[in-house]
């Protein structure tokens, strides 16, 4: 069984090994470089093509790319604010994988625990990044009605958007700085404002980013005072803040319901294994008790999932 974790182990990381020397320099890169060589190219169509790592390459995993696979795992990896290449996190996942895989395989003699052991360590990168992402993204929901606050102050004072894009970068932290600053350096290479604004809301997937994108956006068109608009905008920002607070505090009992549901069956079999063995004798060494702990926890993880997914209110 050692031999067999050992043999997944070699595999993968020659997988991976062969994975990151096929790819050698990001795609992305190649494609930027070989751009910027011809002076007849316009910044427009570098932009689109040239600054979005990896999107539409081609080679051997372009079919994983076109599936959507790639493409999801790259633009949460955007969304976190971790500017890696897929392949990197790819390659991660697979020597977890191996690592697993061997571990399990020493622990236990059945080849599928040690596949599932390896399988949980896989997913240790896409957690991750999926808990980055959310700490990023709620950050960013917090700092927004101010620096529309600011913002609509540089608008009031006789500046451009622009300009008061610039004060936000210059007076907050990260990671609306982060993104704004990107939006600037975007319409420094000739990108549209409006555009600039659209391709940060693919890194910022939020509703409230969302309206202040529009708003720009008609305003580019029609022509209206967006300092008012902005102000309106920051005062909705906060309402619909207000609004989920109170929703979490209002469902946080029924929430902690499900952590105790989930928690309970297993903290009263570990008290019963320390202080009374024979007990839990069966469910671990016997057949059928084995198979009863296997439906138990199958259950007791659905009826955690399912309490969660009844308590996401959306607003």
């Known amino acids: 069984m050692l ?31 070989n751009r910027l060589s011809r002076p007849e190219v316009a910044s427009e169509e570098i932009l689109r093509e040239g600054l979005k790592p990896e999107r539409g390459a081609g080679g051997r995993w372009g079919g994983l790319y076109n599936l959507g696979v790639m493409q999801k795992l790259e633009e949460s990896l955007w969304q ?55 700490r990023r993204l709620k950050r960013f929901v917090q700092q927004l009605p101010f620096a529309l606050d600011l913002m609509k102050s540089s608008l009031e004072a006789g500046h451009s958007l622009l300009r008061g894009l610039q004060v936000v970068v210059a007076e907050f932290q990260d990671p609306i700085a982060t993104e704004f600053r990107s939006v600037i350096e975007q319409t420094r290479l000739g990108l549209p404002l409006p555009r600039a604004l659209e391709e940060m809301l693919k890194r910022v997937p939020d509703d409230d980013l969302r309206l ?12 209206s005072s967006l300092a008012i608009i902005i102000e309106r905008l920051a005062e909705i920002v906060r309402i619909r803040q207000r609004l989920g607070q109170q929703i979490k505090s209002l469902t946080a009992q029924a929430r902690m319901s499900g952590w105790v549901v989930a928690a309970l069956p297993v903290v009263i079999l570990a008290a019963f294994s320390v202080i009374q063995p024979s007990y ?5 060494y016997d057949p059928a008790g084995q198979r009863l702990l296997k439906i138990a926890a199958t259950l007791d993880i659905l009826a955690f999932l399912s309490i969660r997914k009844l308590l996401k209110v959306k607003y």
């Open 3 to 33: 031999l067999f974790g050992f043999l997944i182990f070699v595999m993968l990381f020659s997988l991976g090994g062969y994975f990151v020397m096929s790819h050698g320099r990001p795609q992305f890169a190649r494609q930027l470089e």
């Open 212 to 223: 202040l994108i529009v708003a720009v956006r008609v305003q580019s068109e029609v022509g």
């Open 280 to 284: 839990t004798h069966t469910l671990f």
């Open 80 to 134: 976190a604010g971790i500017y890696r290449r897929v392949s990197d996190v790819l390659l991660l996942m697979l020597l977890l994988f191996g690592a697993g895989a061997l571990i399990g395989a020493g622990m236990w003699q059945a080849p599928a625990l040690a596949l599932a052991l390896g399988g949980l360590l896989a997913l240790l990168p896409v957690l991750y990044i999926r808990v980055k992402r959310k």
